[in-house]
């Protein structure tokens, strides 16, 4: 939906992306708001919080090469970086309390078959569901909230997650919650039959799009303020660069069929 070219670098062509720090920290405090409901009710608080990101971090350092050298030895930058993990705990606990919260499943893997064979597959963050069963899906952000414009495309995430949950279970969930821990904002939103109805149409144009561009070899580059961030302007076409050849297997590669959204953990891409 954003790029298809940077589509295809990573998903065709699965060119490495460099770590950074903003993303290995939306990672760990991850894993940390995961982590903390192990604990009993009273005990879930901001200081036990802040004592898992230590481990956390050593846990998914361990596990994810890229990140071994992440700070190479510059402790100011470290400690920079554990303050700003910090920080974004802090500003959760003025937003939720844990102690007050028993979620029903942490990270939870989904996945399902639509009615024309494509699979779809992601990790909700987190379902809350009331005595009453209903539903709730909680997706943490490390950054700030979208404005009103840009509010479509954060739903949309969530939606696909909504509709993942509901054809696997049958059931509607009531409110989708995204968790701005950058701002401290809530964004909640209350899907009906109609928006995942829509929500299906739209991942089902999506995915004959990405075939029709692998059969045609045309991915092409849609430069915009994502660019920024993007570990492959250096081959971009869109400043300067040149792609390399895409590789022969590129039909094979989206076949399947798979969507996914959003990355496996360990690699957090909304930071
Ligand atoms: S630099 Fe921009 S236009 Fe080029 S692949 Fe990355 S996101 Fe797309």
Do not use: N
């Amino acid at each position: 939906m954003q790029c298809p070219l940077l589509y295809r670098f990573r998903v065709i062509d699965r060119i490495p992306e460099r770590p950074s720090p903003a993303a290995a920290r939306g990672t760990v405090v991850h894993a940390v708001l995961e982590r903390l409901f192990d604990l009993p009710a009273p005990q879930r608080t901001l200081q036990a919080a802040t004592e898992l990101l230590a481990p956390q971090w050593e846990r998914v350092r361990a596990e994810t090469d890229e990140l071994s050298e992440l700070f190479d030895g510059d402790a100011d930058a470290m400690a920079e970086w554990l303050t700003g993990a910090e920080e974004l705990l802090a500003r959760w606990f003025g937003m939720e309390d844990p102690t007050r919260l028993e979620p029903a499943e942490r990270e939870v893997y989904v996945e399902t078959t639509l009615d024309d064979g494509l699979t779809l597959r992601g990790y909700i963050d987190r379902l809350d569901v009331s005595t009453a069963g209903l539903i709730r899906v909680v997706d943490y952000k490390t950054g700030r909230a979208p404005s009103e414009v840009f509010e479509a495309k954060a739903l949309f995430q969530m939606k696909f997650y909504a509709l993942v949950l509901w054809r696997l279970r049958g059931r509607l969930p009531s409110v989708l919650q995204l968790v701005y821990l950058g701002s401290g904002e809530i964004l909640r939103y209350h899907p009906e039959e109609s928006d995942l109805l829509a929500t299906e149409r739209k991942v089902k144009a999506l995915w004959a799009a990405i075939e029709r561009a692998a059969r045609m070899d045309d991915w092409r580059a849609s430069p915009s303020r994502l660019c920024e961030w993007c570990d492959h302007r250096p081959r971009c076409p869109a400043h300067g660069g040149t792609p390399p050849p895409t590789p022969l297997d590129a039909l094979d590669r989206v076949s399947g069929p798979t969507a996914s959204v959003p990355l496996p953990p360990g690699l957090d891409e909304d930071a």
